[in-house]
T-cell receptor
């Protein structure tokens, strides 16, 4: 049973460019959450997608946007990249069940903005 | 003040020592996760707790809902336990993470 798959694993972009990160959830999971983890910090919640809609959003600017597809996979898009966007981007999937809080995490995409 | 606080931030111990990592939170939660993150980034879920205590091998996690506090214990620590341990609380339908505890076990 495949877990959460993220691609690419590493990425280098130039300031001002745009980037798209991808996430395939664990089989049976329909909710995808994205997190940004700066070096030495805990992950920060970006947003969560369910039924192809953004359900919740953390304190991130509109440069960060996302999408969920009918097969539950998801993309995170970041426009006008800043040096401060360099981080590990983590995707986590879960079933949409208010009585179950288990998450499965991907290995992350390490984004470096130069 | 962060909603989830962990202590210590860094911990170095000799192989075989008993390890305790603490997590305090200030928000209402439905569950608390203890996660392990190795260099390279991958996160593994160790425990999910909503009350009491759980044990898996050499790892023990406890939670006190009234005191809003949880602890992760490692018995007979081993160098392969070296990692960052993160506490995350589930509330308002999302996870909020602590900043992590970097554990180094010296042979």
């Amino acid at each position: 049973d495949a877990g959460v798959t993220q691609s690419p694993t590493h990425l280098i972009k130039t300031r001002g460019q745009q980037v798209t990160l991808r996430c395939s959830p664990k089989s049976g999971h329909d909710t995808v959450s994205w997190y940004q983890q700066a070096l030495g910090q805990g992950p920060q919640f970006i947003f969560q997608y369910y039924e192809e809609e953004e359900r919740q959003r953390g304190n991130f600017p509109d440069r960060f946007s996302g999408h969920q597809f009918p097969n539950y996979s998801s993309e995170l898009n970041v426009n006008a990249l800043l040096l401060g966007d360099s981080a590990l981007y983590l995707c986590a999937s879960s079933p949409f069940d208010r009585d179950y809080y288990g998450y499965t995490f991907g290995s992350g995409t390490r984004l470096t903005v130069v | 003040k962060n909603e989830v606080e962990q202590s210590p931030q860094n911990l170095t111990a000799q192989e075989g020592e008993f390890i305790t990592i603490n997590c305090s939170y200030s928000v209402g939660i439905s569950a608390l996760h203890w996660l392990q993150q190795h260099p390279g980034g991958g996160i593994v879920s160790l425990f999910m707790l909503s009350s009491g205590k759980k044990k898996h091998g050499r790892l023990i996690a406890t939670i006190n809902i009234q005191e809003k506090h949880s602890s992760l214990h490692i018995t007979a620590s081993h160098p392969r336990d070296s990692a960052v341990y993160i506490c995350a609380v589930f509330g308002n339908e999302k996870l909020t993470f602590g900043t992590g505890t970097r554990l180094t076990i010296i042979p």
